[in-house]
Structures are given as C-alpha cells and as structure tokens.
C-alpha cells in the first residue's frame, strides 16, 4: 500500500478516533468546568483562532510549489523553496505575537458588559497560552509542508493519530487533580510543543532538509506570496464561517449561548475535517501532474471519484443524524442540560456544507492549476455577508440565527457560485453530478425503509438502542448502494 492511500486511510481512522474521543472529551470538560468556564474556553478558542489565518496560507503554497519542484527533480530549488517559506515564517511569527498583544488589551472594552471579572481575568489566562501555541504552531507548519510535499503521509498522519489519543487522556488526569480551563490549555501548549519538536528531527534527520535564511530571491518571494495571499483570503472565510458565530453569541448573548453553539460546531465539524485532511493528501499529487502535464483529464477523474466516495460518506452522517441526533444529544448531554437546541444548530451546518464536503478535492486542485484567487475573492464577499447576517439573526432567534446564516453562505458559495466557476476552468461538473445521481436515490431509499422501521421500532432513549438502530441503519444504506450499483 503506497503512501497516498495509506495516508487517507489514516485520515480516516483519525477522524473516526476523533468523534469518538469528542464524544466523551466534551461531556468530559463539561463535567469538570462549569457551563460558564467552559464558554470562556471556546470563546477565547475562537478569537485567537482567528489568529491561525496569519499562516496566510504559505503551508499549502510551500506544498504545492515544492512538489512541483520535487517533481521535475530541481533540488536546488526545492532548498531555495524551504529556505525563503522558512525566513517568512519567522517574520509571520513576530507579526501575529505583535497582533494578538493588541487582541489582548481590546478583550475586557469587548466583553466587560456580558462577562464578569473573575471570568475576564481567566479569559485573559487563556487568551495568553494561546497565543504562545498559535506563535509556535504557525511557523512549524513549515514542517508539515514539507513531510506533504514528500509525501511521507503515514507517518504525519501517525504522529496526529497519537495525539488525538493521547492529550485527552492526559487532560483527564490533571482535571481530576485540578479542574481548570487554564490547565487544559496549558496541557494543549505541551503536546504542540512536542509534535513540532518530532516533525523538525523528522525534516532534519530523515528528509535531511537544512533550514537556512534566504530572502534574496525576490521573483521567489514575490511567487509565494502572491499565491498565498489568495488562500489567506480564503482562510478569512473559514474562521468567519466557523468561529464568527461565538464570537457574535458572546458579545449579544453570554458565555451560555456561547457553550451551547460551541458544543453543536463540535459536532458539525468533525465531519468537514476529514475532506480537508484528504484534500491535503492529493495535492502533492495533482500539483506534480499539474507541473508535468497541463492536461486536466487526470485531475477530473481525481476530483469525480473522491466526489463519490464524499458524497456517500456525508449523505450517510446527515441522514443518519436526522434520524438519531435528538436521542444522541438526550444521551451525550443528559436531558435537563438545557443542550436540546444544539441538535437544530448540528443538522443546519450539515446541511450547509453537503457540497463543500463532496467537492473538497476541488480546493487543491484550484491550488494546483494556480486558479484560487476567484475562491479567495469569493470569500471575501461571503465573509462580510456572513457576519453581517450573523448580527441581524442572532438578536433575533439566537443560536439558530448564527448557524442559518451559516448555512446560506456555504449554499450560496460552495453550492452555486464555485460550481459555475468549476465548469468555466475545464472541470466536468455535469459528470460529476450525474455520477451522484445513483447515490443519492439509494440514500433516500435506504433513509424511508428506515423511517418505517423506526415507527414499528421506535428509538429508545439508551445507547443500546441507539447504537442498534444506528447499526441497522448503516446496514439498510449500503444494502440499497450496492443494490442500485450492481
């Protein structure tokens, strides 16, 4: 088994390990914070998130143009490539260290009117150690380009595996000891530390990559930076999208919408992590076909086979969610947690991002042809509609104001406006929704033979039932699959 298809399967069982480990981590933070503390944790998770776009996308752009590189066998490049990202990454870091002092000083004007001392003074806790992950995992995203870029996946996968198992058991402990949000970043900052540690020996000793500082190359800097303005633009909407809406809640509502919004993003997101994660696995591979053949038939059979494989994948959770999302929060969360809104807030982002997820692969493939500026640009309008829309709703109908907002960008964006432009830059858009069409008919199919089944055998408030009506499920869907398929 090569590397590539190693790397998805390992993308895979990560996303899987996550949700599971979601599904008793956040039960978890919630029994040992309280549902305020546990609000300041993803409300200052979100604005320093905000911070991650100050990556300004040269990750994916370090990748991208280092396979091509790497393609064409230019060594001498590819080092010139590693030194100028490498001497651009430092001067990132001081930029975002000098960016979130400020974000630090505009926290108590922001907040003071919906959040209490005690909880401003932990918030401004947070908001530091966070600051110091983020000031440490920007730059070392330079490592992670180039283990893509090589495309030595199983083991970049392998080292994300392990820490997902990992820091939340570790977490456990120190909470039993002292229960703190504090703590729990602080826990975060240590396991960072130590995978950027293990990626830097991995790029030193066994890629034998020497880190130099070159910014002499002016045409080279002017390339990377050009190209990765555009995915930072696009990085703009990303957090828009999934963070705006705490921030929004935070400043109107308090730290309790905040909590309650946070734990249903928890849910939806799991899902579009796995589509990014297998996006990033292709894009050596498309920018190298890219590098030695301008031909987009090899992309277009890429994108319309990973196009069916996430369409099923996305079309099974949503479905399956309508039919058992209530009992899982009931279950999760317990039935008196005041949560029963967050199953509403879970299915409408699903929803929204059913397309985004199915065409991931396009992202890399309009990274590779040199082609994401209209992305970009598309972004910013989405942006600012977003978060204008977000104010406007969520005054009036709170979370599930956010989370509709939400929904429409990404329908708009990703359903609409980036289709049209797919088909303009050569992609067969007509073939790949035709090749959906046999799917999507099975999935309904499968989803009424189980709406049947449920009135005869109604769903149970207990994990065993919810566990065997799941199974039944996931049963019925790919009975109907290989039935319409053979």
Known sequence: MNQRKSGIILSYITTLTQSIVMLIYIPMLLHFLSKEEYGIYQLIGSIVAYLSIMDFGLAGTTTRYLSQSIAIGDTKNSQEIISTSYTLYLIIACVLLTIGTIFYFCISPIYSNNLTISELVLAKKIFIVMLFNFAIIIPANIFVAIINAHEKFIFIRSINLLKVILQPLVVWVILSYKASALNVVLIQSFFIVMVVLINYLYCK???????????????????????SFFIFLHSIMDQIYWRSGQLVLGAISGSFAVANYAVAMQISLFTNSLPVTI??????????????N???????????????????IILLFFLGFILLGKTFFVLWLGNKTGYEICYFISLIIIFGYIVDV??????????????????????????ILNITLSIFLAKKYGEIGCALS?????????????????????????????????????AMLSFIFAVLIWKIYPLANTWISFLLHGFIFVLIYFFYFLEICT
Do not use: D
């Open 279 to 292: 996006g990033g696995v292709f894009l050596p591979k498309i920018s190298a076909i890219v590098a030695t």
């Open 406 to 442: 939400t929904m429409f960008c990404l329908l708009l964006g990703s359903g609409v406006v980036i289709n049209w432009y797919y088909n303009k830059i050569g992609l067969n858009i007509k073939l790949f929704w035709k090749n959906l069409i046999n799917i999507f008919y099975s």
């Open 294 to 312: 301008k031909n987009l038939i090899e992309t277009n059979k890429i994108f319309c086979k990973l196009g069916r494989l996430q369409f099923n």
């Open 358 to 383: 199915t065409q991931s692969v396009g992202h890399s493939i309009l990274q590779a042809i040199n082609k994401y500026y209209f992305r970009a640009y598309l972004s910013i309008l989405l942006s």
């Open 205 to 227: 000793y066994k890629l034998q990559i020497k880190f130099n500082l070159n910014f002499k190359n002016r045409k080279l800097i002017k390339a990377l930076t050009k190209f």
